[in-house]
Each structure stands twice: as structure tokens, then as C-alpha cells.
């Protein structure tokens, strides 16, 4: 029987054609974090289950119902990350950060695993862009994170999203908010999923982010936690919204955001798009004021915000938005037997060092296969180096889109191509240059 060659269900590849594309919006996205001073972080993919059923908590869809969850060899029960702010709190804690100047602010790109029912937008592994920011309870720390994922957007020029923002308060006023769930929820409970019959008594809030439609349809009309935050909370949120008007960051109130994850407080927020199916929200956060003390630590209010790295891209390629195109070949060596393929390889690794893309042939084709080969490849020079080259010391640069040949010295091709090539890139840079979004300039010139 033949090995499936299938990827898992829900899972997908990034092939080459589209690898570049991600990894120039990483770059640019890690550069916006670094210029509000976030450091990165990596964490494991996997940690203790124990770690996320106490902070995303053991009511959620998450943790009852997503989670990859298995037994190592040596009987310790294992979870593949569903998101990445446990993760980061956890070492947090557990490397002292705390001990630094807060607040400690990180960046991560991960991989993370749900059990979903995939769709459009929605896989079993995808990817988060996310931040923490540890130790702070200000609320102008509240909008400076919003600033940061609006200025994401705002760089790629994307349009058309919505930035959504609610406060769900702080675990005095929701209690009040609690009782009031409950009383609305049991007049409901014939009608409520088995989920959330165990929800009603433990955690009401979580079945308003219930999947099953009669749990949300029910859910619409339920009380708004809004209504029930005491006046700290109502003066936090207050001053968050005046922030973001300061940075005329728009926004709407959406009273029925209360976010997925159990750690929330306070201010919570998503930024939605109509662009990209049912799975239209790129992006979502909020604070979680008593997350470290859940797990353990000092009170160390936090806040941060995960997106979507796979529904960003759906938003790139739904509003046609270009990214540059990784160089081509500047130069293909074309050789004929053994001796030139020598010289060819010292060459070409000399001119490599020198920072430019060069192939040569590594395959044995004729140089008629090697010229096609150089032509499909998009080289922007080739050479011949044969026999008569090497003994005469000179070959022949042809530059493959404006069709001139000039003489070149096979002992010099290392500097004299060098230049050569300089100046090409430098002219194709400014032709590539794209209106509104100058990566190359926040890239330092990487690409
Ligand atoms: P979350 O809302 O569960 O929050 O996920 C954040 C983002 O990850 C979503 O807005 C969405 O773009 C993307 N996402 C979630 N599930 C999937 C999926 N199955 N397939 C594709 N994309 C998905 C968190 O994870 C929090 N840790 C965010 C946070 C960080 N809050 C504070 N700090």
C-alpha cells in the first residue's frame, strides 16, 4: 500500500510561490513591533495541558472541545498550543521578566492547533502575529496596542476593516453581570446545548460565544455585560476610547464582544473584515489583568492581541494588494565539462558571498538546456564559461532582458560583476517602489 501523501485535514502547505509573501509581511509586521518596542519571544509548540485549561479556562470551546491533547511517554498529559499568550505568561513567570524594567512587551509568530471544523479562514494548525505587554493597568497601554495592529493594517493599506471594542469588566463588577446571565439563561435552559447546561452553573458567560446556532440565537437577546461594569471599569474604558481618538483610530462599541478565552478583563476588542467569509475577524484581544496571579504569580495587569496570519493573507489577496517579489537570478553560469564547472563553482561562490543570487549548473544539462533553464528562472545575466574561455581569460556577460553582451574577464568577474549587478538592483528598486507602502525603506533594504 502507498503512503498517503495527503496533508492532514485542515492543515495546509506554503509552497514557494507563496512563502515569500508571508515572509515579507512578517518582516514588515516585525519591524512595526519593534518600533513600539516589542522584543520577541518563542516559546514551545506544546506545554502542559494543565497551563492553558487554567488560563484560556476549562469552560471554553477551546479547551472543551479543540484542544490537541495527548498523553506523553512518560504519562504527563500534553497539549499542542491553541494560542500563544499562555505560553508567554507562563515564561514569563517562570524566567522572572518580571525582574526587568515593565513593562515587558513581546512579540511572537506561531503556529497554533485547534480542532475546529475547517472552512474558509478557520484551520486545525494556522499561525498567530501576536504581542503581550506585561505590567501595566494604564489604558493608554490599552490603545497603544490597538495603535499597533491599526498601523499593520494601515502600512498594507488595507481598507474596509472594523475595529470593534468593548470593556467586559473586572471580576468584581461580573459577578453582578453573572447573576443576571444566569437568571436570563435558565428561563432559556430547555432550550440550551449540553455545553452549556454545564456552562449555566460554572461559567454563563461562555455560552455567549457558543457555536451551536440555537445557543447563539438565544444569546442576542441576553444581558450586555456593558451595562453592568462598575464606575473604575466604565472611567478605564473611557479613557481608552479618548486615546484612540487622539490617534483618530476609528472604532465602534460592540457591547456582545466578550472574546472566546476566559482570561479577559476589561477592555476586549476585534477588528473585523466582511471581505473574507464567516471567519471575518483577523484579529482579537484584550487585557487579562488577573492572568498571572491565575497562574500562580504576582498580580501583573497585562494586556496584548493575537491575529490571524492566514486570514490577514485572505485580506491582502481579497483587496488585490501586491507585495514585492523576491529578486530574481543576477547572474546564470553556463559551463561545459568538468574544468569550467570547477572554475564556475569558485565563482559563483565568491560572487554568493558577495551578497548576489547566482546558479550554476548543477545538473549536467547542455548549455543549449542550461540557456532555457537560465531563461525560465528569470536570470538577469548569463555567461558561457568553456573551454576557450578559460583559456583565453575572457567570456562573454549577456544581460537576458536588453539583449547587450559585453566582454568580461573571467579573473576579474568577481568585482567587475559585482558592480555591475549594484547597479541594476539599485535601478530596479526605485521601479518597484509601490504606492503607499515603502517596504524597502522600513526594511532597512533587506529585500
Ligand atoms: P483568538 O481570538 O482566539 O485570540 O485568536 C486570535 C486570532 O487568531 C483570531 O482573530 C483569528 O484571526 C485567528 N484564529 C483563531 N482561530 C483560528 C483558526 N482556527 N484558523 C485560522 N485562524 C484562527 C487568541 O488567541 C488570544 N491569545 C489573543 C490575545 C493575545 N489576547 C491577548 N493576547
Redesign the pocket.
Known sequence: MSTNIQAVKGTQDILPKDSYKIRTVEQVIAEIAHNYGYCEIRTPVFEYTDLFSRSVGDTTDVVQKEMYTFEDKGGRSITLRP???AGAMRSFLEHGLFNEPMPQKVYYFTS?Y?Y?KPQA????E?H?F?V?CFGTQSASADAEIIALANEIFDFFGIQNLRLELNSIGCPDCRAEYHKALHSYFESKKDALCNTCLGRLERNPMRILDCKSSVCSEIAKDAPKVIDYICDDCKSHFETVKKHLDSMNINYIVNPTIV???DYYTRTVF?FVSDQIGA?G??????R?DGLAQELGGASTPS??????M??LMLILQAQSIELPTPNKCDLYIATTDEQSSLVASRIAKDLRSEGLFVTTDIVGRSVKAQMKYANKIGAAFTTVLGEDEIKSGKSKLKNMESGEVQEIEVDKIVDDFSSIAIQTIVSSLSDDSFEGMDINALLGGII
Open positions: 494560542e500563544g499568550t497554533c485547534r475546529e479562514g478557520r484551520l486545525r494556522f498567530q501576536g503581550e472574546r472566546g478565552l476585534e471567519q475577524t483577523v484579529c482579537g484581544g484584550g487579562y494586556l496584548g492581541f493575537a491575529m490571524g492566514e486570514r
